[in-house]
């Protein structure tokens, strides 16, 4: 189960807390949060992994594609770190 809290950074900027685990099934709804978000043009989406225990191999194929400009991840275990990194073939999450 995974429960994702929005909070509202700045004028450009939305934060989605996650907590829990991530799967096929959280994804999605994790998917569709951002795409609501990113309706907004200009909108940066700051994925906070903090609360994130587990994320399942194919979540994880799915979020490096997500990952962009517009939408970085940070608070990440290193589990989940060295996962998304081995996925994306590229380092871009933030410290």
């Given at each position: ?94 410290e």
């Open positions: 189960m995974l429960r994702i809290s929005k909070n509202l950074e700045n004028g450009h900027t939305v934060r989605l807390r996650l907590d829990g685990t991530i799967d096929a099934a959280s994804y999605c709804d994790l998917e569709a949060d951002c795409s609501r978000v990113h309706q907004t043009a200009g909108t940066t989406i700051i994925l906070d992994m903090a609360g994130v225990m587990f994320m399942n191999d194919e979540a994880a194929r799915k979020l490096a594609k997500l990952r962009s400009d517009r939408l970085r991840i940070i608070n990440c275990s290193p589990y989940i770190e060295t996962l998304l990194k081995t996925l994306e073939g590229k380092t871009h999450i933030i």
